[in-house]
Structure formats: structure tokens, C-alpha cells
């Protein structure tokens, strides 16, 4: 992915998270295999062999999402990027969690190789994960969400309510992979509801 | 002085005071002798100033009021003033001669001279100067005690009350008797003799004839100063005949036998001539009497109630007999000691061979006494009752045997006893004639034998088998012509062979005979005697044998003892059965200590608010406290009754208790007790159990049991407090206080441990020199907590007594462990004996890094502060203020501030770089725990110290950990149990890794309690390893994630 040089390193860098993020995403939402494999498309993500959503809805859904939160990136508000999958009652039975940080001040990252390899090693160790590799039903729905630190002032029309309940029980946690990069470090975990939960 | 004497010009009745004024000021302070001699050519000149006349006092007194005398009303306000201030300085200057250290003669008592005296006026203020009293030119009600003269003319005799207003009208040859003799003495023998002989003859007419009695008012002679109150309700009843007048005898308080504080010898004295030693008794006694007589002029009923008058309690059992009675024992036991004690040889001789027993018992006392020097009323009926109102609704208390033909018994009301006898004489008690009386009695008692037993004020037993008497009977007519030689008051004798007998005996001799009992005619005397003769049986056990048809003695013999027992108990049964064979092993001389000592008041207790009644427990606790001293004894169990009342009706009984629910609760104290200020705190506790509205208070008493001798507790000149018995030596019996306080304290140490180390779930450390001596402590004491566990902090801020008393029970070694600590904090911080100082476990284990600890330790001095940053909720300290902030961020290690400060700069310390002295373990490029584990004594952590050198570069644990795997079993301390120290340095290790990276690198953290569940299964040593640092683990899970980690 080549990058426009005359971004701000910030907005750079929220970019290259949005992109990162999508990728990580789609390959979430294959390897749950809601979707026929026809929906999606074999692309090449920094020398590895990624999903793309060819289906137009499922690819402006995932885009839009995430495009959206580019300037909130660049401002540090996200705390957390979800997954959720949740069934028919709109109970979430899994929680796939981002967690993000953005480092606000960092000077030419680009140069080294360390986050292009941090990023790799992430999405290998994503398509491995054992919870990844079981299939769920069809019938699951999905949705992405972001959590906040703080409640954004703006355009508070522009956001959609999630569909997804709340958890009684705090969840238990399940880490997959921690990418700490300079630009951003990002975490991924997934979330299932504890024993005690009445799904 | 000019001023003076022109207005004394003014006022004719004025004119003899300013002169003497004058005089006063004239004289010199120290010049009396000189004095004396000056004025006796002056005494003459007195006689023609002296205008005190009832109707010049009455035109004076209105001077004081009616408007075109205000002037001079505060004139003599100012010249009232400067004459005290005279007397009081020279009072100063001539007591510098005096006495000293003694209670000045005359302390309490204030004198008025009303004219021409032997010695003079002025004499007589020089003896009042010289030896504490005071001297009042001006006769005043509120101040002066009693009023010196010589004689009277006939219209103040007359007008004896308005004149008096019933204080004491005495001979001057009193003050003198009493400068003689020392101390205060009785005042009735020198009354004046117009007075006595005038009231002695006058007749009771005004009583007889039922008009408004001036029974008390015109006999001051027996009637002196506690009468008072009588006038008063004469007074009172005489303006508010509505309401029924007032009894000042309470209906049942009963005094539980003891006594408030009585002169030794001198004894006929009125209330408030009281010993000495008791200086504060006598003053509010000399106030309640000021305070008396105020009410008399203010006519106010309702100065009786407890709500009116603040003396209510003082004045009560001033004037109860039941009180008298109570009290009596133990002024007689001080005046005769010796004889309260049994003596050794009575119980020898008790059973071998006969006894004589004589009882001795004063006819109708209370009524005798009073009437003794009026031989006239002797042959008539009287009764004594303290007062004598149309209404007629006050109780009698004794009655005379013409009165008891009549029908006239004690307990029936005025009225009701009227209509038997319309001639009923009604007098008034007489205190100090019956103590007078009483103490003669006993004194002719003692001078006959020396075995005698007192059992009340006007009744005897004496033991006179050991006296050489031919006949008893000749004895006992002695005694008995002696006594009423002396008291003018007769007694009857019973004599037998034992005490019961001899009490019968007396009972069918009285009134004013004698009755022998020889053993042999005693089973005829008991064959016909009617069983409720007999001691010990009252209504309710004559009304059960009556049901088994047993009326005499005789009858009572038939029934067999095993039949008795059946019926009545073993204690019952044996005394009847004895008792009605004339049986009584009793000895002679035996007094039973008192079990408890207590008053009680249920008569004219009426409550506004609680402030009243507070004033009225504090005066019933001093009350109680003097009776204690009195006995000499203190107590443990103090038990508070309340009379509730049961309905909003005022009882028939004016100021009566009427239908009362009773109620009670008790406390004991481990230490026994006759402080005033401990009663009060104790009944303020126990009457704020009740949880009662006051104005349904109708009776209060305080009783106070589990009495000790006051001479067994010696505490010197301390106060039995609570410190007393914290800072004494111990006792025995104290030693379960103390140790209950210092569980207290110790509990306080407890709960601070918990605060300081809930974050660690783990163990003391042993290693501790605080727990070497907490293990020898363990033979000491078994119940008391080790050294170890003791917060310094806390014993820091205790009190020294309480301090120096856990030292004691540490057996001293609690003072070493204080300096100890000193030494500590102040410097070096190694040796952690407190367990807050656990978490600083580097500083512990490694001497080598402790100056870069101290920083971190001392951060621990903070109790309750998380040990962790990652404790803390970042967000909630960003709301704080910013002074609270900083002063929690200062607190914090330095690597937390940051986070704390903004956590928008998290990734900041994501660099290992950034770890602070909080996480010291993880400081560095080689961390310090590495080298601090390759220095460690175990094994294991050498081990683990050495796999990290061995990993290279990426300073993770997992790899560490990882590593591991390839280790065979006796590397990781799969057999051996290591020591709890190398478990804490591990665990340790653990948790600051999690602290430090659980944020970021949550991945890892799960990598590295994986790879240890893993390997606790193959060693014990770090199962308990992952066992501890899980819980913390997940506890920070929580936090960071709000959910737990999937292990």
C-alpha cells in the first residue's frame, strides 16, 4: 500500500490502522464463515494472502465503519474496536476485541520493517487462532463497534445504536495476539460469556 | 461613713446596725481583746438602738420593696456589699492566727445578732471572724443560719415565725460553747428559754381544733431545722387548700441500710452540722435550708417536686424516717466500734451451757422521743406525722399507746385516724432528739454490758451470760429505770435464753414492763402464741398454714419437719420449725454486713425534661456515693429502677407515686467503686437504656451491690478511673479488663493489616525478627497476639499507661521492638517486621539495593495506598482536585505518576526503560531480579535467574518460562518445599511483570500463566507460585479489561 506523502504522519498513521483493521476484520468474518466463500476475493496484504469482501454491501459496510473512524483514531478517542457476533435474541456470543492505542507523537515510522512485521506476524496469528477456525452457524449476525474513551461531541446522528446486549457476568478473556509497534500497538482478545452467563 | 450614719439617722430600726458598722470599720482587724473591752460600755447604748421589732422589720422589709424607698433599697444592696467585702478581709487577716489546716468552727454557719447580748454583738463577730463563720449585720433570710440573742420581747415571742422565718434563735453562750469545745456544737440546748418554755406550754389548740396548724411554727424547740420545710407546707396549704398537702415521707423508699457521713460523738446535731471532713456535704445542706426558706416566702407548692427544686434529693432524706432509720447503724457503729464485732468467746460459750438474753426495746420511739419533755401529752394519744393538714391525707408513722387504744395504728392517714380519735395530738418528727435519744439509749447499754447487738435505733439485744448477775430482772429494771432516767422515754424488756424468745418475750411486756422467760415456761408461752408472733412469718405464710388449719405455736409443732419441707422448702421449714419450739442459735453481737447500699426516691419525682432528670441522677449518685463512703464500702453491680407511671391521673397521694410499672437494669463493672463521677456516668448509661419519656418518671433508685470493703481496695489517694486500674499493677481480677482492652487494640492492628495488605494474599513472613519474638511470646501468652503483628504505628499513638501495660504483658520486650522500629524507619528499612512492609520485598532479601529502596519503602508507610498503580482508577484520580492529585501522585512511585497524570501517554512506558523503583524487579536492561536471584540462596531462583541471561535480548518471562521446560525436575524444586521467601520473591516477580504489562501486552501475560500452569504440574513449588500470583492476575484482569482471563 503506498501512502500519500503530504498526510499529516497522524492521519498516516490512522489510515494505515483503518487499512490494518480492515483486513483483520474481513479475515474475522471469513474464517467465521457467516458468509459463502463467494463473497469474498483472495487480495495481498504486505506479502500475505488475505480475504477481500467482493460482495458490495458487506465491503462498503466494513469500509464506511471503519473510514469513519479515522479522525477519531487521529484524536486517540477509540479505545477498543469490536467484533460482535451475536444470535438471533441479539445475545452476543462472541466479542472479537480491538484494543488500540495510538502514540500521537512519532516521527518517520515507516522506514523500519518492525510494524510491517508486527502487522504480519498479527494477521498470521489471527487465521491460526483455534476460536477463529471453528465455524459458527449461518444464521449468526454480526456488527462492528467501537468503544470510546470519551463520548464523541460531534454528529452524534451519524452513529447507529448496537443491536448487541450487554453481558450480566464479566466475559471471560481469551487473548490472541499483542502487536506493540510505535505508530500504534494493537491487541486483539476475544471476549465469551462466562460460564454463569444465561445465553 | 458619713453616708452612714445619715441614712441610719433616717431609719430609727437601721440605726443599731450602722452603728455597729461603724464600730467595725473603726476597729482594727487583730484588735478584739481590745474590742471587747471598748464595747462593753457601748452593750448599753445598743439596747436603745435595738428597734427589731416585727413591725419595724415588716415596715423595713417594705422599705426594700415599695417604690419611694428604692432608693435606699439599693443603697443598702451597696452597704450590704461593702460590709461583706470588710468582713471577708479581715476574716483573711485573722485567720492567718487561726486554726490552719482545720475546718474552721464556724464554717457554714452565718450568725444574726439581734440586740443587747452577753458578750456583745461585736464579740461575738470577732468569734465569727476568727474561727470561719460570718457575721450579717442585717438579717437576711437567704444568709444567715441562726440568730443570736439574749432575750426577746413578748410580740416577737408572739410572732415567733414572721420573726425567725424558723431559723434557730439561740443563747450567745452557744457561740462561746462552741469556741470552747472546738466544734459546732447542737444548738437546741441553748435555745432561748422564753422560746422553749413558751412553746411547751402553749397547747396544740390550733391542731386540735383542725384550723391551719402552726404545729411546726410555734415549736422550733423539737422542731428545728428540718422542720422548716413543715412551715413551708403549712404555708403552702394554708393559701392552696385545692391541693392536698404534701407528706414529705416517701411511701416506700426504702433506704438500704446505709448511711451518709455522721459526726462521731457529737451528736445531737441538726443536718447541717455534719462532721467536719465532709465539707461539701454541709454546704449544699446550708443551701438547701437557704433554699427551704425561700420557699416559704415564695409559697410554692410545687418547690416539692424534683422538677422545682434543685436540692429535692438532699432535702428528701433529710426529712425521712425511713432514711433515719437506714442511716442510723452506721453512725452507731463508728460510735461504738467495738462492738459490732463478735467477740470469740460468745461463740464458745453459746452452746454449752444457758444463755441470758436481753431485748431491750423503746416504747413507740418516734412518738416518745418528740414528747418526751412534755410530760403532759404523755397520757394522751399522739402521733407523729410530718404534717398535719385539713385534708388530713398524710400518713402516720408511729402512734402512741393511748393512740393505739384508740385504734390508731402507723400507715393510716390523718383523717382516718381523726375519726377514731377526734383528740389526736400531732407532732411533728424530731430528728435530732431521736439521735440524741438513741445515742443515750446505747450509751447506758454499753455501760451495762459489753455484748450488745444492735438491731435499730430504739432496739437492743443484750448478752449477759457472761456477767456475774444473780438476776436478770434486777438488771433489766436497772436498765430500763437508767434509761428513762436519762431519756424520759420508757423501754420494755423481754428476757430469756435466746434472741428469739427474748424478742417475744418483750412483746408481751410492752408498753413500759419487763418479762422474764425462763427455759422452762417457754413451751407454755409458745403452746397459745398466734404463729404471725413469730418472726419471720407474714401475711402470705400465715395465710398457707391457716389453710392447714395452724393458728398457735402449739398447733404448729404437730406438723412434722419432713411435711414442713414438703411444703415450705428447706430453709422455710427449718425456721418454722424451730421457731415455734422457741429454738434460735443466733448469737449475740453479730451485725450482717450490709449486701447493698442504695436510695431511693418515689415520692415527688416529677420531670420537665431530661435536664431535669439528670440533675436529679446526678444528686441521687452523690447521694448514693456519700452513703458508700459512709459504710465504707464500694460496689461493682449498680442497678437503676424507674417508677413508670401506668396512667395520666395524678395519684391520690399528693406528689405520690401512684400505680407504677417498675422498672430495672443493671451493670457491673469490674471495678468496684464509690466514685461520684463513675456513678454518674454509669446511671447516665443505665437511664439512657430505658428509653423513657421523663415525664413518666414517678420514682428513681440507684442501688448499688457486690459491695467490697473500701479498706480491701486500697487505691491510695487515685481515683478508681479507668486509668487506675489500666496503669496499676495487676491484680488478678483485673487482668481480663486488660486483656480485653488490648484485644481492642489489637484489633485495630488487625483491621490495619488487612488494609494494608489485602492487595497480597500471603503469608507473614517468618523470617521476620519480630516473629522470632513473637514465637517466644507464644509461651508467654497464649491469648495476646505476637510482636509481629503489632502495628508501631499504632502502639505509637497509644497512651504511655496503656503503652507501658502491653509492654508488661510482652513482658518488656515490646519497648525493645519500639526502638527497634525507630531504628528502622529512620534509617536503614531492611528488616520489614511489619507486614506492610512485606511488599517491599526487595528491600528485604537484598541489602545490596536498599539505599535505592528506601524511596519505595517509605511509600508504604501510607497505609490503605495500592501498592500497584494499576490499583488505582486513572480516571477517578484525573477528577480529583489538583493539589489531592499531586499529593496522591507524590505518593505513588515515579513510574505511575505519568499514567496517573494523563493515561493518554500510556505507550510512553510501554519501554522497559520507563519502569520505576515500584517495579524495580524489572528495572533495566538486565533486570534487577536477575541479579538478585543469582545471588539468592535457592536453588530455584538462581535457576530462573540464570535461563533469563540465557534467553538473550527479548527480556520477556515467557521465554524465561519457556525455557524452563527443558529443565529437569529437582531444577525447578519439584520435591523440595523451599521456603516461604523464595516463593514471596517469585510471586513477587510475577506480579510486578503482570502489573507492568498486562496493559499493553496482554498476549504475553497469558503466555507466560499458561506456560506456569504447565509447570506447576510439575513442580509444588511453583504451583504455589501460580496459586498466589493468580488471584492477583485476575484482579488486575478486572481492572484493565473488566473480565477474567482464560487460563
Not at chain 1, 464523541?152 to 443491536?163: A, E, K, L, V
Request: include cysteine.
Amino acid at each position: 500500500m503506498v501512502r500519500k506523502q503530504n498526510q499529516s504522519p497522524e492521519t498516516e498513521a490512522s489510515l494505515f490502522l483503518v487499512e490494518f483493521l480492515k483486513v483483520a476484520i474481513t479475515s474475522i468474518v471469513f474464517l467465521k464463515g457467516i458468509y459463502p466463500i463467494g463473497a469474498y476475493e483472495r487480495r495481498r496484504y504486505m506479502n500475505l494472502v488475505v480475504h477481500s469482501a467482493r460482495h458490495p454491501k458487506l465491503h462498503s459496510y466494513i469500509h464506511d465503519s471503519l473510514s469513519e473512524l479515522v479522525s477519531y483514531f487521529q484524536q486517540g478517542m477509540v479505545e477498543r474496536v469490536a467484533v460482535i457476533f451475536f444470535n438471533d435474541a441479539n445475545v452476543p456470543i462472541e466479542k472479537f476485541m480491538f484494543k488500540i492505542n495510538v502514540t500521537r507523537s512519532h516521527g518517520e515510522i515507516m522506514e523500519d520493517g518492525a510494524l510491517e512485521s508486527s502487522m504480519r506476524a498479527f494477521l498470521i496469528k489471527l487465521s491460526q487462532s483455534e476460536p477463529l477456525t471453528k465455524a459458527s452457524s449461518q444464521d449468526w449476525k454480526w456488527e462492528i463497534a467501537a468503544y470510546f474513551r470519551l463520548l464523541p461531541s460531534d454528529n452524534g446522528d451519524r452513529w447507529i445504536r448496537t443491536q448487541a446486549l450487554q453481558w450480566q457476568q464479566p466475559p471471560m478473556i481469551t487473548p490472541i495476539k499483542s502487536m506493540k509497534a510505535d505508530p500504534f500497538s494493537v491487541q486483539l482478545y476475544i471476549e465469551h460469556p462466562d460460564l454463569l452467563e444465561p445465553i | 461613713m458619713s453616708s452612714d450614719s445619715s441614712h441610719s439617722a433616717k431609719s430609727a430600726s437601721n440605726s443599731k446596725r450602722s452603728f455597729n458598722s461603724t464600730n467595725s470599720n473603726q476597729s482594727g482587724a487583730n484588735s478584739f481583746s481590745k474590742n471587747k473591752k471598748e464595747r462593753v460600755g457601748d452593750s448599753g447604748q445598743k439596747t436603745l438602738g435595738m428597734a427589731w421589732g416585727s413591725g419595724s422589720r415588716s415596715s423595713s422589709r417594705s422599705s426594700f420593696r415599695s417604690s419611694p424607698f428604692t432608693d435606699f433599697g439599693s443603697y443598702m444592696e451597696v452597704k450590704n456589699r461593702k460590709l461583706h467585702e470588710q468582713f471577708d478581709a479581715e476574716a483573711s487577716i485573722s485567720s492567718h492566727g487561726g486554726s490552719g489546716s482545720k475546718k474552721p468552727v464556724f464554717h457554714g454557719v452565718s450568725i444574726y445578732v439581734d440586740g443587747y447580748t452577753v458578750p456583745s454583738s461585736q464579740e461575738l463577730r470577732g468569734y465569727m471572724l476568727k474561727h470561719g463563720g460570718r457575721f450579717e449585720n442585717y438579717f437576711s433570710r437567704q444568709r444567715v443560719t441562726h440568730i443570736i440573742c439574749s432575750n426577746l420581747p413578748n410580740s416577737k415571742v408572739k410572732n415567733l415565725r414572721s420573726f425567725s422565718c424558723g431559723l434557730p434563735v439561740v443563747k450567745p453562750t452557744w457561740v462561746l460553747d462552741c469556741v470552747v469545745a472546738d466544734k459546732l456544737l447542737n444548738w437546741a440546748p441553748y435555745q432561748l428559754d422564753q422560746l422553749a418554755s413558751e412553746t411547751n406550754n402553749q397547747p396544740k389548740l390550733s391542731a386540735i381544733l383542725g384550723l391551719r396548724s402552726n404545729l411546726v411554727a410555734c415549736d422550733p424547740a423539737n422542731a428545728p431545722l428540718t422542720s422548716d420545710i413543715n412551715i413551708s407546707e403549712v404555708g403552702d396549704s394554708a393559701e392552696d387548700i385545692k391541693q392536698p398537702n404534701q407528706e414529705y415521707e416517701a411511701f416506700e423508699h426504702d433506704i438500704c441500710d446505709e448511711a451518709k457521713d455522721k459526726e462521731p460523738s457529737c451528736s445531737n446535731k441538726c443536718e447541717n452540722e455534719v462532721e467536719e471532713t465532709n465539707e461539701r456535704r454541709r454546704c449544699s445542706d446550708i443551701q438547701s435550708i437557704t433554699q427551704t426558706l425561700s420557699m416559704i416566702s415564695g409559697s410554692s407548692n410545687k418547690g416539692h417536686s424534683t422538677s422545682f427544686d434543685p436540692n429535692f434529693v438532699e432535702t428528701y432524706f433529710k426529712n425521712s424516717r425511713l432514711h433515719f432509720i437506714g442511716t442510723w447503724r452506721n453512725r452507731y457503729r463508728k460510735r461504738f466500734p467495738s462492738s459490732s464485732r463478735p467477740s470469740s468467746s460468745s461463740s464458745a460459750s453459746s452452746t454449752c451451757h444457758r444463755n441470758t438474753i436481753i431485748h431491750i426495746d423503746m416504747d413507740c420511739f418516734f412518738v416518745s422521743v418528740v414528747i418526751r419533755n412534755r410530760p403532759g401529752l404523755w397520757d394522751k394519744p399522739v402521733v407523729v406525722c410530718h404534717s398535719d393538714n385539713p385534708r388530713g391525707t398524710s400518713e402516720i408513722s408511729s402512734a402512741n399507746y393511748p393512740a393505739r387504744d384508740h385504734g390508731v395504728r402507723a400507715g393510716l392517714f390523718v383523717r382516718d385516724a381523726k375519726a377514731c380519735c377526734p383528740h389526736l395530738v400531732i407532732v411533728p418528727y424530731d430528728f435530732e432528739a431521736y439521735e440524741e435519744v438513741a445515742d443515750q439509749f446505747y450509751s447506758i447499754l454499753h455501760k451495762h454490758c459489753n455484748k450488745v447487738q444492735a438491731m435499730s435505733c430504739d432496739e437492743a439485744i443484750l448478752d449477759i451470760t457472761d456477767l456475774d448477775v444473780d438476776d436478770p430482772q434486777v438488771l433489766a429494771s436497772l436498765i430500763r429505770k437508767e434509761i428513762f432516767d436519762t431519756t424520759r422515754c420508757t423501754a420494755s424488756v423481754g428476757i430469756s435464753n435466746n434472741i428469739l424468745m427474748a424478742r417475744l418475750a418483750t412483746k408481751s411486756a410492752k408498753p413500759n414492763g419487763q418479762c422474764y422467760l425462763p427455759p422452762e415456761k417457754v413451751n407454755d408461752f409458745l403452746k397459745q402464741l398466734p404463729i404471725k408472733a413469730l418472726p419471720g412469718i407474714g401475711r402470705a405464710l400465715e395465710e398457707k398454714l391457716k389453710g392447714r388449719h395452724v393458728k398457735t405455736c402449739g398447733e404448729l409443732r404437730m406438723i412434722s419437719k419432713e411435711s414442713l419441707q414438703k411444703d415450705f422448702g428447706p430453709k422455710t421449714s427449718d425456721m418454722l420449725w424451730n421457731h415455734c419450739r422457741g429454738i434460735d442459735n443466733r448469737l449475740v453481737g453479730i451485725i450482717q454486713e450490709s449486701k447493698s447500699v442504695g436510695a431511693e426516691v418515689n415520692w415527688g419525682v416529677r420531670f420537665k425534661d431530661s435536664k431535669d432528670s439528670q440533675v436529679f441522677l446526678l444528686s441521687l449518685c452523690k447521694e448514693v456515693s456519700l452513703r458508700l463512703h459512709g459504710c465504707g464500702a464500694r460496689g461493682r453491680t449498680f442497678t437503676l429502677k424507674l417508677k413508670k407511671r401506668k396512667t395520666d391521673e395524678e395519684p391520690v397521694k399528693y406528689m405520690g407515686c401512684g400505680d407504677c410499672d417498675n422498672l430495672c437494669h443493671s451493670l457491673t463493672v469490674p471495678m468496684a467503686t464509690d466514685d461520684v463521677d463513675v456513678l454518674k456516668r454509669i446511671t447516665k448509661q443505665l437511664f439512657s437504656q430505658f428509653h423513657i419519656d421523663v415525664k413518666e418518671i414517678r420514682g428513681v433508685g440507684l442501688h448499688v451491690t457486690k459491695l467490697e470493703s473500701a479498706d480491701s481496695v486500697k487505691h491510695g489517694n487515685e481515683k478508681s478511673s479507668l486509668r487506675s486500674w489500666l496503669a496499676s499493677a495487676s491484680p488478678s481480677k483485673e487482668k481480663e479488663n486488660k486483656d480485653h482492652k488490648l484485644v481492642n487494640i489489637l484489633h485495630i492492628v488487625d483491621t490495619k493489616n488487612q488494609i494494608g495488605g489485602s492487595h497480597h494474599h500471603q503469608p507473614r513472613s517468618n523470617a521476620d525478627v519480630g516473629n522470632i519474638l513473637s514465637n517466644q511470646e507464644a509461651n508467654h501468652s497464649s491469648d495476646v497476639p505476637p510482636l509481629s503483628d503489632l502495628d508501631s504505628d499504632v502502639l505509637e499513638k497509644l497512651p504511655p499507661e496503656i503503652f507501658s501495660e502491653i509492654n508488661d504483658i510482652y513482658s518488656g520486650k515490646l519497648s525493645n521492638f519500639m526502638s527497634k522500629h525507630k531504628l528502622d524507619s529512620n534509617g536503614v528499612g531492611t528488616s520489614s517486621i511489619l507486614p506492610e512492609y512485606v511488599e517491599g520485598v526487595a528491600a528485604e532479601s537484598e541489602p545490596g539495593i536498599i539505599s535505592e529502596n528506601t524511596a519505595a519503602s517509605s511509600s508504604q508507610y501510607i497505609d490503605m495506598m495500592p501498592s500497584a498503580s494499576s490499583h488505582i482508577d486513572p480516571s477517578i484520580i484525573q477528577e480529583l482536585p489538583e493539589e489531592i492529585k499531586n499529593g496522591i501522585t507524590n505518593l505513588f512511585p515515579a513510574h505511575s505518576a505519568p499514567q496517573i497524570r494523563s493515561h493518554d501517554h500510556l505507550v510512553d512506558q510501554v519501554k522497559p526503560t520507563d519502569h520505576s523503583s515500584s517495579h524495580q524487579l524489572w528495572v533495566g536492561n538486565s533486570p534487577q531480579w536477575v541479579e538478585k536471584f543469582k545471588s539468592s540462596d535457592s536453588q530455584i531462583l538462581r535457576f530462573f535467574s540464570d535461563m533469563y541471561s540465557g534467553v538473550g535480548s527479548t527480556h520477556r518471562l515467557s521465554s524465561v518460562l519457556l525455557k524452563s521446560f527443558s529443565a529437569n525436575e529437582a531444577c525447578l524444586g519439584g520435591k523440595t518445599t523451599e521456603c516461604d521467601d523464595t516463593v514471596r520473591c517469585l510471586c513477587q516477580l510475577l506480579k510486578d511483570y503482570v502489573d507492568l504489562e498486562l496493559e499493553s501486552d496482554l498476549e504475553e501475560i497469558h503466555t507466560c500463566f499458561r506456560l506456569l500452569q504447565r509447570l506447576s504440574g510439575r513442580s509444588k513449588f511453583l504451583l504455589q507460585v501460580y496459586n498466589t500470583t493468580l488471584p492477583h492476575l485476575q484482579t488486575a484482569m478486572r481492572e484493565n479489561y473488566g473480565g477474567s482471563l482464560r487460563v
